[in-house]
């Protein structure tokens, strides 16, 4: 296993146009994160799941974002109706049980342009 | 809730000096502490961690404690190098909580 990994690395779309991204997380993690990361700020966090089941959105997720991981493996965050205020790095992370024991690891991320 | 403050950068050194790179949390309960760093074009790395009170946590060179009596887990190196330069994060994980929370980052730039 090479780790968490993420596709696209990069997006380039225009105002109004629906992406989707993907994350692939290392294979035994039932974990897993969706973090946003803009210039020169700390990720921020948007969402987890444990398995299939999405136990946390934050108030930054609006309902133009929706993440899914249908059978607890590859996840999928999709940003409908994009703004420019979407523009960001996304980040997936992954990890094997509960951040208060272990740590999380991260993919590339996937960059994400609105113009 | 749960917040880690960093202190702001950019921190800038010559070779071979001694770094310290402050972090302070807010938590509940009993939280795992981080560091990360994010080198020029690249992603999130796993730095060093500590999962419980007196903990130091140790990688490359690179050590930080866990102080629960003056919550903060400062980063120090004894001598950086010029490839130590890039950002790093200091964060929180809680089993309470279940995700990570993030510093803002701190940049080091590190010159020969």
């Known amino acids: 296993d090479t780790g968490v990994s993420q596709n696209p690395r990069h997006k380039i779309t225009k105002r109004g146009q629906n992406v989707t991204f993907r994350c692939d997380p290392i294979s035994e993690h039932n974990r897993l994160y969706w973090y946003r990361q803009t210039l020169g700020q700390g990720p921020e966090f948007l969402t987890y799941f444990q398995n299939e089941a999405q136990l946390e959105k934050s108030r930054l997720l609006s309902d133009r974002f929706s993440a899914e991981r249908p059978k607890g493996s590859f996840s999928t965050l999709e940003i409908q109706r994009t703004e420019q205020g979407d523009s960001a790095m996304y980040l997936c992370?992954?990890?094997?049980?509960?951040?208060?024991?272990?740590?999380?690891?991260f993919g590339q991320g996937t960059r994400l342009t609105v113009v | 809730g749960d917040s880690v403050t960093q202190m702001e950068g950019p921190v800038t050194l010559s070779e071979e000096a001694f770094l310290t790179i402050n972090c302070t949390y807010t938590a509940t309960g009993y939280p795992s502490l981080f560091w990360y760093v994010q080198y020029p074009g690249e992603g999130l790395q796993l730095l060093l961690k500590?999962?419980?009170?007196?903990d130091k946590g140790s990688n490359k060179g690179f050590e930080a404690t866990y102080r629960k009596e003056t919550t903060s887990f400062h980063l120090e190196k004894g001598s950086v190098q010029v490839s130590d330069s890039a950002v790093y994060f200091c964060a929180l994980g809680s089993s309470n909580t279940g995700k990570l929370i993030f510093g803002q980052g701190t940049t080091l730039q590190v010159k020969p």
């Open positions: 992370a992954s990890s094997l049980g509960a951040l208060g024991r272990t740590e999380a690891f």
């Open positions: 500590a999962t419980k009170a007196d």
